[in-house]
């Protein structure tokens, strides 16, 4: 074999002696009409350590010799294969060529991993909402799932489809997805049910679709793949921006029997739902209720972090291995996210409020990951002991809290309280002081 390895974005029809070292992103069989019968074909995208990427086609019936031998996610050296044009209305790739492989094909193991990327090529909300017709590639998009319900089945070629229609929420805005096939298990209305938030959704290979200036992602049979809260690094970066992690994500709501509804950082304010902190420390309801106070100081603890699974659930290492129990598998990517104790007065009392990732990410306009930098980078006019400097900042803030609260077997509880998310407007505290003074907002309603 030519040991001579050339990067993917070097080879052409011009040439026949190719030699490449890829890894198999995807494989798929698909079933083509030639010259007037049904011929098996075995489809493949392949990418190389400089993250390019190109489809391969094995024709009938060669397919036989390649099923049995190539493996998804697997690394190998091909050579003695045909470069021809990338055509097509849908093309996986961007690769201005694809390969076919042939009986003649050499295909050797690689023993070196070099290749540790998913893969993914992920395009942006915006850049996919702003187009104005069909796009003729496919492309990878990740979101978080806020609207799941299931269509009416369509029938295609004699046979009958589930159809599942989709929100994915990113970077402020929703898309519409449409989903039809064999997802029905991955997208179990049951299995969404245990996540804490709502769920991350990756979609790999969907088509672009313009209807009546409305544009949707559709799936192509057979091509197209949907995984749900993925270990995947692309998924630590998406929910690690900014704009993600200042949004509070409700669990689950049943629609009807037919769907399920996530809230995204939902600021629907009841003022019904007033409390004051001696309120909460009465210790006599269960449920969400709003708290306005002044963060008056912020409690040194080296556990202001924590751990947690691309779900969201909290996870401790053991060995440097991390494992989710809720997801019940071993997470390789790992998001680091806020949980800080501060003491919060209002007039009545004074508690200790333990603020998550959201209402932190708001109050300071930094993720937990950025806050580790400012840490490690700040060594100058340290106040804390283990708290990053930043958090002195909190100190002074007046905001109306949102709790969540659960009664416990003890009267006159005195513990901490969680805060799931934070109100920032003005005109709460307005109207909030107000209620005070009328003296409204201190007893239950």
């Not at 991955?186 to 979609?203: C, G």
């Not at 559709?218 to 998406?238: A, G, K, M, R, Y």
């Not at 699974?309 to 990517?333: A, K, M, Q, T, Y």
Request: aromatic letters at 10%; hydrophobic letters at 40%; charged letters at 25%.
């Amino acid at each position: 074999m030519n040991h001579c390895i050339v990067p993917l974005k070097k080879i052409t029809p011009w040439k026949h002696d190719w030699s490449i070292r890829v890894k198999i992103i995807r494989l798929w069989k698909e079933t083509a009409v030639v010259e007037g019968s049904k011929q098996e074909l075995l489809q493949l995208i392949l990418m190389d350590e400089h993250l390019e990427k190109v489809q391969a086609t094995v024709k009938h019936p060669d397919v036989a010799i390649f099923s049995g031998v190539l493996k998804e996610r697997n690394i190998y050296e091909f050579s003695n294969f045909i470069v021809v044009p990338n055509l097509g209305a849908l093309r996986v790739t961007k690769h201005k060529f694809q390969i076919i492989f042939n009986e003649d094909t050499s295909v050797i193991n690689s023993p070196d991993p070099i290749i540790s990327s998913s893969g993914l090529e992920l395009s942006c909300i915006d850049e996919i909402l702003g187009r104005k017709v069909d796009y003729d590639y496919l492309v990878d998009f990740i979101g978080i799932l806020c609207d799941l319900r299931r269509g009416d089945d369509i029938d295609f070629n004699g046979k009958s489809f589930t159809v599942m229609i989709l929100q994915l929420y990113a970077n402020g805005k929703k898309i519409q997805c449409n989903i039809i096939g064999e997802f029905f298990p991955v997208l179990d209305i049951t299995l969404l049910t245990k996540f804490q938030r709502a769920p991350v959704i990756v979609l790999q290979s969907f088509k672009v679709k313009v209807k009546t200036d409305k544009v949707i992602l559709q799936n192509v049979l057979n091509v197209s793949t949907v995984s749900v809260n993925p270990d995947l690094e692309e998924s630590v970066d998406f929910l690690s921006q900014f704009s993600i992690a200042k949004c509070h994500f409700s669990r689950l709501i049943h629609a009807d029997s037919r769907g399920l509804y996530w809230k995204i950082d939902d600021e629907t304010f009841d003022w019904r739902l007033m409390r004051t902190i001696a309120n909460l420390k009465s210790n006599e309801e269960d449920g969400q209720f709003f708290v306005l106070g002044k963060i008056t100081s912020v409690v040194d603890d080296p556990e202001w972090w924590y751990f947690c699974c691309i779900c969201g659930h909290p996870i401790v290492g053991n060995d440097n291995v991390f494992r989710c129990h809720l997801c019940n598998r071993e997470s390789e990517h790992v998001i680091v996210k806020y949980r800080v104790k501060v003491i919060v007065e209002d007039g009545t009392s004074t508690a200790m409020f333990v603020l998550l990732d959201t209402p932190v990410t708001k109050l300071l306009g930094k993720t937990c990951s950025e806050a580790f930098l400012v840490k490690e980078n700040n060594h100058e006019g340290i106040q804390f002991l283990y708290c990053p400097t930043l958090f002195q900042h909190l100190v002074g803030m007046k905001t109306v809290f949102q709790i969540q609260t659960k009664r416990v077997n003890n009267k006159g509880y005195c513990g901490t309280f969680k805060v799931i998310n934070v109100l920032g407007d003005p005109p709460f505290f307005e109207k909030a002081e107000v209620e005070k003074s009328d003296n409204v907002c201190r007893h239950p309603i």
